[in-house]
């Protein structure tokens, strides 16, 4: 049964910082693996989509890569700023469902 | 073009009663699932429709229950509400084909919040 880890549960940075949020499956058997924000009470906004067959995806100061073989994801926010304070979610789709990390809520202060 | 949406926002029920929660899809777009969320199970899987077909089921009581309309629009609806319903209800739409689950990006909308008294 795949099981879908994201460490750590929560974490405060100063603005500027680069950081790194980290996600684990149990079954690296999986097909594509995507990254979505969420803002307190607010759906989910997709960030990055990885396709099985890739490493990583880039958009703007966001950089997600994906290592099946270890069963792991990065998600790279670089110069982080206060708008980018949410929970960040990691899901593998797996049987035409999502199967989502608990996430880690991101503080950046100014 | 439109994102997904999803009504009513915003939704008080007491125990016993039964409610209908609504989605539109992206244009174009023929899957719709819907996901529970919760502080203690974090986003758990419904169900996921295809072409007014229910393709895939999540582990929930038979309480839970939706459908889709030949727009592609979805709605689900949970009868005789207990407490533990209370969460948020996610919807998404997805690009996916008739033999692709697999493949291609989930897009949400905004969710529908449901308390239960």
């Known amino acids: 049964k795949q099981e879908v880890t994201q460490i750590p549960a929560a974490l405060s940075v100063p603005e500027g910082e680069n950081l790194v949020l980290n996600c684990s499956f149990t079954?690296?058997?999986?097909?594509?693996l995507q990254w979505f924000r969420q803002d307190p009470g607010k759906g989910l906004t997709s960030l990055l989509l990885i396709q099985s067959s890739q490493r990583e995806q880039t958009s703007g100061r966001l950089n997600a890569s994906l290592d099946k073989s270890s069963g792991r994801s990065t998600l790279y926010i670089a110069a982080s700023q206060p708008g980018d304070s949410a929970t960040y979610l990691c899901?593998?789709?797996?049987?035409?469902?999502?199967?989502f990390g608990q996430g880690t809520e991101l503080s950046v202060k100014p | 073009k439109a994102g997904v949406t999803q009504t009513p926002r915003y939704l008080i029920k007491t125990r016993g009663q039964q409610v209908t929660l609504s989605c539109s899809p992206i244009?174009?777009?023929?899957?719709v699932s819907w996901y529970q969320q919760t502080p203690g199970q974090g986003l758990q899987f419904l169900f996921e429709y295809f072409s007014e077909t229910q393709r895939n089921k999540g582990n929930f009581p038979g309480r839970f229950s939706g459908r889709q309309f030949s727009n592609s629009r979805s709605e689900m609806n949970v009868s005789t509400l207990e407490l533990g319903d209370s969460a948020l209800y996610l919807c998404?739409?997805?690009?996916?084909?008739?033999?692709?689950?697999?493949?291609?990006?989930?897009?949400f909308g905004e969710g529908s919040r449901l308390t239960v008294l």
């Open positions: 244009s174009g777009h023929r899957s």
């Open positions: 079954d690296s058997a999986i097909y594509n």
């Open positions: 998404a739409s997805s690009p996916w084909g008739p033999r692709d689950t697999n493949t291609g990006e989930l897009f």
């Open positions: 899901a593998v789709i797996e049987g035409g469902k999502l199967i």
